[in-house]
């Protein structure tokens, strides 16, 4: 019979698929696909946690998966080819598809926020066209208020920051407001409490997310996978080991501009269409620089990516 549902996990070509409501009561399923979906080579992953499935269930109780339905949205890396970094023949590898959301947690202290990686995760969900929630987690340890200070800027160019204490209980009704009735990747770095917070949120959770993130966090980067775990208040949130290594995938040096909000809607003021930003004269980003209409800190983390990705582009030839 033809079954329908949402892959909640996959690894090592097999497939947890939790069913829509059918007449036989089946509420789970592990499925594998159809050969004839892995006879072509493919630029990105052919399913993805995440992903809404069809399915024929087997004699024996498992099922074979026959159909993938479009994305309405990826969150995904770059796996690199054996030889290195090289555009023309890196595969996307989805993390988690269809999600409505992802909240980038880290911590005011213990370990200090890298706003840099924020900056790069910031732009894989600009490309994405992803609702995006940044959570500055451990605010009890802010006393003098140095690190929400850090990160005004992302609230003045239209992020949520959510300010939580597990130690105070606060921000963590807002939070559960924002997990409920969504698919959500909740990522970061180790340390920043995202276990505590999860708990928080629904006990039990915390403890299921890390105990998934210690196991596949031992292997290699293109071992690891995402698992989604309902809510009880309806919804799904997912841990993703392997955001905390992000290489930017299919994007060209001089597409960057256009994923730094704050950026995109000068762009087309400078003098020179194919303004680097670095150095020309008439640009309007150097311009919003030096009066304060940009932050430094975000234009350094742009120059850094475009010297990254140039790098990247240089060795492909």
């Known amino acids: 019979m033809s079954l329908s549902g949402l892959v909640t996990k996959a690894i090592s070509g097999f ?12 509420v789970q399923i592990t499925a594998q696909l159809a050969g004839r979906l892995k006879q072509e ?20 109780g498992t099922g074979t998966i026959d159909h993938i339905e479009p994305r309405k949205s990826v969150l ?30 880290f911590a005011a202290k213990n370990p200090s926020p890298n706003l840099r990686k924020l900056d790069r ?41 959510i300010w939580t204490s597990v130690v105070d209980d606060q921000g963590i009704g807002e939070l559960k407001d924002y997990l409920t009735n969504k698919i959500t990747v909740f990522s970061g770095s180790s340390g920043v409490g ?31 996978y995402a698992e989604l775990f309902p809510l009880e208040n309806g919804g799904y949130v997912a841990d993703t080991p392997g955001i905390r290594g992000l290489a930017l995938f299919d994007i060209e040096y001089t ?26 004269p008439g640009c309007a980003i150097i311009a919003a620089v030096e009066d304060g209409r940009i932050s430094p800190q975000r234009y350094d983390s742009y120059l850094r990516l475009r010297d990254e990705h140039e790098q990247i582009d240089a060795a492909s030839y």
Not at 129 to 153: A, E, F, H, P, S
């Open 76 to 105: 995904s890396r770059t796996r690199p080819s054996p030889t290195g970094r090289r555009q023309s023949v890196d595969q996307e590898q989805v993390l988690v598809a269809n999600l409505d959301q992802v909240i980038f947690v």
């Open 194 to 224: 995202k276990s505590s917070l999860l708990n928080a949120v629904e006990p039990g959770l915390g403890l299921k997310v890390n105990q998934v993130s210690k196991a596949t966090g031992k292997g290699l980067h293109t071992t690891r």
């Open 255 to 280: 597409e960057l501009d256009a994923y730094f909000r704050e950026m995109a809607p000068l762009v087309p003021e400078c003098q020179f269409s194919d303004c680097s930003h670095k150095h020309e």
């Open 41 to 60: 080579w493919q630029q990105t992953s052919i399913v993805a946690v995440g992903d809404r499935v069809t399915l024929v269930e087997n004699e024996d």
């Open 15 to 26: 497939y947890t698929v939790d069913l829509d409501p059918n007449r036989d009561g089946l």
């Open 121 to 161: 995760f910031l732009i894989v969900a600009e490309m994405n066209n992803l609702n995006t929630i940044i959570c500055l987690n451990k605010v009890d340890l802010d006393k003098k208020g140095k690190i929400r200070q850090r990160l005004q800027i992302y609230e003045e160019i239209g992020y949520p920051v």
